[in-house]
T-cell receptor, first 114, second 113 residues
């Protein structure tokens, strides 16, 4: 069965320092993987998606993620955090190639300090 | 604003009452999804429509829950005889065809007293 595990429930960084949000997935076949972001009182927004093309995926707002099959990981990174990056981040796996059912991780809350 | 809109944004009800949530998707999107999110958890899939057809339902969707999408436009999610365990944020999303990108509304928060 497909699932995702977000290894940190909270991450705190200083503005201008790198961000690393960790995600491991479990899938019986080649998965489609996503990162979504949820700002307070805002709808979930797609940051980036992996669909078996390039293993390094670039998203919006300077975020990127690397698909590593050998490690079953899809970690989200950003070289330099900005105050506006403070939000909840969800790693997501698609249950089927049709994207009809997305399985969300529990989320990682990112805090950015001045 | 032409995004996904949900109404009401907040609903407080007493146990045993019925509640209905409405979702208006992005107009050209033919797929519509309902998810439920409880505190500290990621959203959980409830059901999915393609146009007016409800194609998949989660086991989470008990008999007290019913969703409709008449004419393939807006959708409603009704919860009958609400229970305290139904307290959650109900999220609606829409997508165009099979792009893999869902556009989410801001959610309808239900509190059952």
């Amino acid at each position: 069965a497909q699932s995702v595990t977000q290894l940190d429930s909270h991450v705190s960084v200083s503005e201008g320092t790198p961000v690393l949000l960790r995600c491991n997935y479990s899938s019986s076949y080649s998965p489609s993987l996503f990162w979504y972001v949820q700002h307070p009182n805002k709808g979930l927004q797609l940051l980036l998606k992996y669909t078996s093309a390039a293993t390094l995926v670039k998203g919006i707002n300077g975020f990127e993620a690397e698909f590593k099959k050998s490690e079953t990981s899809f970690h989200l990174t950003k070289p330099s955090a900005h105050m506006s990056d403070a939000a909840e981040y969800f790693c997501v796996v698609s249950l089927s190639g049709g994207y009809n059912k997305l399985i969300f991780g529990a989320g990682t809350r990112l805090a950015v300090h001045p | 604003d032409t995004g996904v809109s949900q109404d009401p944004r907040h609903k407080i009800t007493k146990r045993g009452q019925n509640v209905t949530f409405r979702c208006d998707p992005i107009s050209e999107h033919n797929r519509l999804y309902w998810y439920r999110q409880t505190l500290g958890q990621g959203p959980e899939f409830l059901t999915y429509f393609q146009n007016e057809a409800q194609l998949e339902k989660s086991r989470l969707l008990s008999d007290r829950f019913s969703a409709e999408r008449p004419k393939g436009s807006f959708s409603t999610l009704e919860i009958q005889r609400t229970e305290q365990g139904d307290s959650a944020m109900y999220l609606c999303a829409s997508s165009f065809q099979n792009t893999g990108e869902l556009f989410f509304g801001e959610g309808s928060r239900l509190t059952v007293l």
